[in-house]
């Protein structure tokens, strides 16, 4: 009986008894969760402009019961199933983390690492949720509420891309290495955008804009919102600019840097038409939310497929003879 090496390498997500059902399963679990991810952020902008934020009083049951039928309307339905949405979300995060421990071996090594921030993340999403509801709407609450999702936008995004870039790159040839100055573009990109997200929540928590328009109070917050458009603005389409530079064979990284800069000028259009329209429609309104989530999602997909994985933990296939 002698044990020799394999002659051919492992492909970055096979394992020694080759690719297997978790190997095909975790990326299709990431992509769906973030899709969740990106509707969650979405009900929860749909639940604000509703004005239903409290339309379930206690938490984590609405009106004291799992199924609150007697109390129900469209207000109710937004937080009931914004609620739900969290719920599942947790369940699928906790199932990524234990498929990334059990079959840790067939994977990169960031992963496990990545799904348990991930679950941790959204325990604090749960809480925050809790507080959001305790607290009357306190907005610090609910800014943070949205940081916490964004977050995990961006980092479930940013995982899934990175299993994609994996899997592709055991079916076809190594593409030319990325220059050092790329990689700071998507995370400075990411940065200015996440953080224009969160004074449009500081904001929008605050009732901000309608205040300012009809009112004439609060108005910096409108303004603070808008002048860190500009800067996001201007990073994310130097990021497609830039990805016109990088050597051949980079054609997943120029489409989601292309996807984004689609995505801002969507989110410019939809922001002047939110300010122009008062406010008064609430479907460009949450369009103008579901947008930033996409947005941030691109950009932590970017992240996935720019920076350097390291290899899976595989152990080196052995042959019995």
């Known amino acids: 009986m002698a044990v020799a090496p394999s002659a051919q390498p492992l492909s970055p997500l096979r394992s020694a008894a080759g690719e297997s059902w978790p190997v095909r399963l975790v990326p299709v679990l990431t992509a769906h969760l973030v899709v969740a ?6 009900i929860g902008g ?38 739900l949405d969290a719920f599942l979300v947790g369940v699928a995060l906790l199932l990524l983390f234990a498929l990334s421990l059990r079959f840790r071996s067939r994977f990169p090594l960031w992963l496990p690492w990545s799904a348990g921030l991930a679950l941790g993340l959204v325990a604090v999403q749960g809480g925050l949720g809790a507080l959001t509801v305790l607290s009357q709407l306190a907005a610090p609450t609910v800014t943070l509420h949205l940081a916490t999702a964004l977050s995990l936008v961006l980092l479930l995004s940013a995982m899934h891309q990175g299993l994609e870039r994996l899997a592709a ?19 400075l ?40 458009a500009y800067p996001a603005a201007v990073a994310v389409l130097s990021v497609a600019a830039a990805s016109l530079a990088l050597p051949a064979g980079r054609g997943r990284i120029r489409g989601l840097a292309f996807a984004a ?9 939809l922001g002047v038409l939110t300010l122009r329209l008062q406010l008064a429609v609430p ?35 052995v042959a019995h003879g």
């Open 189 to 228: 990109a990411a940065l200015l955008v996440g953080g224009q997200c969160l004074l449009g929540a500081a904001m929008a928590s605050r009732w901000a804009a309608p205040l300012c328009l009809q009112a004439g109070e609060g108005c910096r917050w409108l303004l603070l919102h808008r002048q860190g």
């Open 283 to 317: 479907a460009v309104t949450i369009a103008h939310q579901l947008t930033a989530a996409l947005l941030v999602g691109v950009l932590g997909g970017l992240w996935g497929v720019s920076f350097p994985s390291p290899s899976v933990s595989a152990r080196p296939e």
């Open 46 to 83: 749909a639940t604000r402009v509703m004005q239903a934020g409290l339309a379930c009083p206690d938490w984590p049951l609405c009106y004291g019961v799992l199924w609150p039928g007697r109390q129900w309307n469209l207000q109710v339905f937004l937080e009931w199933f914004h609620r």
């Open 169 to 187: 790159a055991s079916a076809a040839p190594a593409a030319g290495e990325l220059p050092p100055w790329w990689f700071p573009l998507p995370v």
């Open 261 to 269: 800069a689609g995505l801002v000028v969507v989110q410019v259009v």
């Open 37 to 42: 991810l990106v509707a969650l952020v979405a």
